[in-house]
């Protein structure tokens, strides 16, 4: 009988090691293919990307211990950023698609900040928007410590204050879909308001 080699098994930093270098490999492979379609990185050991990175399609990084995005990033479809350790976003972001921050220590948002889609924003410290914010799909901001919103304020689709702090709606507040103001201290509505779908005043000190 032939004698089997028996091959040491690899430790858990050897393989997170080459684990890590394999999604490295990925993203230059991406990169080198002209950036076409969807980068998928979620769940990977990925802390960093690089400069000028360009996304055809969404870049997926939520479950990540990844920190920071690189500058002048761009990315056509959704950025899904939900559970990581990431604190802030460049400015000039522009997002296709949906972008997730879902519970992230991320406490404010960029200057310019464009999200075609939606923009999740629930259980994270966010206090205030800025005021060039652009929204094409809905606002989820249910659960966060924000006191207002400000003037001029365009959604696309529904705007979902449930359960903040907000205790009045700024001037010129345009929702192309439906307002959920659920547990909430609003005591009354601006006559300005524009809400294409339907008003949810639930719990709260406004009389229907």
């Not at 696309?156 to 359960?163: A, C, R, S, V």
């Amino acid at each position: 009988m032939k004698k089997q080699i028996l091959k040491p098994r690899k430790t858990g930093e050897e393989r997170k090691r080459n684990h890590k270098v394999s999604v490295e490999k990925r993203i230059k492979k991406y990169i080198k293919d002209g950036g076409k379609g969807s980068l998928n990185l979620s769940k990977s050991p990925v802390e960093k990307l690089p400069d000028n990175l360009k996304v055809g399609g969404g870049l997926f990084l939520y479950n990540t211990p990844i920190k920071e995005l690189p500058d002048n990033l761009k990315v056509s479809g959704s950025l899904d950023l939900a559970n990581t350790p990431i604190k802030e976003l460049p400015d000039n972001l522009k997002v296709g698609g949906y972008l997730d921050l879902k519970n992230t220590p991320i406490k404010e948002l960029p200057d310019n900040l464009e999200v075609g889609g939606s923009l999740y924003l629930e259980n994270i410290s966010i206090k205030e928007l800025p005021d060039n914010l652009k929204v094409g799909g809905g606002l989820y901001l249910y659960n966060t410590p924000i006191k207002e919103l400000p003037d001029n304020l365009k959604v696309g689709g529904n705007l979902y204050l449930t359960d903040t702090s907000i205790k009045e709606l700024p001037d010129n507040l345009q929702v192309g879909g439906g307002l959920y103001l659920g547990n909430t201290p609003i005591k009354e509505l601006p006559d300005n308001l524009e809400v294409g779908g339907s008003l949810n005043l639930e719990n709260t000190p406004i009389k229907e």
